[in-house]
């Protein structure tokens, strides 16, 4: 692993570094670092990397970003132009995307975080936290225009174990819950979605409140429990507007087979 410092991976950002884009070397950053109004042109993918803070404000990438095997005390991304964002087999304290004038998708697969806060990014197609993730608090606030957006979009949330999710003023086609571990709470609020499902939500120790559900296609919209018990200790809905129709599945059903 080589140690960098400010302005050896200003060059990697921005492409200049010829070895780095062939070779792919691990790295660390010797310092927190904030980059303001790059132009980030290529894929990077960050493999078995250490970084103490990373901040990106006002940058437009071209290409994916990748933490893979990584680590990061603080990541956050303010007011970007984004394509993917992927975080696997990562460890991070905290990540924060705000403000983005778009992110193609947000996929984070086994990774431990202590806190992840979206706020306000209209233009998304899929965020996805998904399978084997430990993540003890999320908010995710303000995500999703119709009036600028037009991707078919998806929330999809699996995290292993969880203390607290938050959602509130998303905007999706689908919401897609799925297994989580025990005295979890989540709380979804000012939804317009047209599909939500509930996948192998069987912990009875745990909490899922939602308030004011809307779907986007009038009397169209779909609640799934999939071989997932409802339970009205567990489950807290109020205010569906308007009528969404539930359906229950004592077996697995492939999600996909759902979506009209």
Not at 75 to 88: P, T
Not at 255 to 260: A, D, Q, Y
Request: net charge negative.
């Amino acid at each position: 692993m080589r140690t960098l410092n400010y302005a050896q991976f200003k060059r990697i950002l921005t492409g200049i570094d010829l070895e780095y884009r062939i070779t792919g070397f691990s790295l660390s950053l010797d310092r927190k670092a904030k980059f303001t109004d790059l132009h980030i042109p290529y894929d990077l993918n960050f493999f078995e990397c250490q970084f103490q803070s990373l901040e990106f404000e006002n940058c437009r990438f071209s290409g994916n970003i990748t933490f893979d095997h990584s680590s990061c005390q603080s990541l956050e991304f303010n007011s970007c132009q984004l394509q993917n964002v992927v975080l696997k087999d990562a460890e991070l304290d905290t990540l924060k995307l705000s403000d983005s004038s778009e992110v193609r998708k947000l996929d984070v697969y086994n990774s431990l975080i202590n806190q992840v806060s979206l706020k306000s990014n209209p233009i998304f197609q899929e965020v996805a936290l998904g399978c084997k993730n430990k993540i003890r608090k999320c908010s995710i606030t303000d995500l999703g225009s119709p009036s600028v957006n037009s991707f078919q979009t998806t929330v999809y949330l699996c995290p292993e174990q969880f203390e607290s999710f938050v959602l509130n003023s998303i905007n999706t086609d689908v919401i897609h819950i799925g297994t989580f571990g025990n005295y979890s709470k989540l709380s979804l609020a000012n939804i317009q979605a047209d599909y939500v499902m509930f996948e192998n939500c069987n912990s009875d120790t745990s909490q899922i409140e939602i308030i004011d559900l809307k779907a986007n296609k009038f009397n169209q919209g779909e609640i799934h429990f999939i071989n997932t018990a409802f339970d009205s200790d567990v489950f807290k809905i109020n205010e569906l507007k308007p009528h969404f129709k539930t359906q229950i599945h004592h077996t697995p059903v492939e999600v996909k087979t759902l979506l009209k």
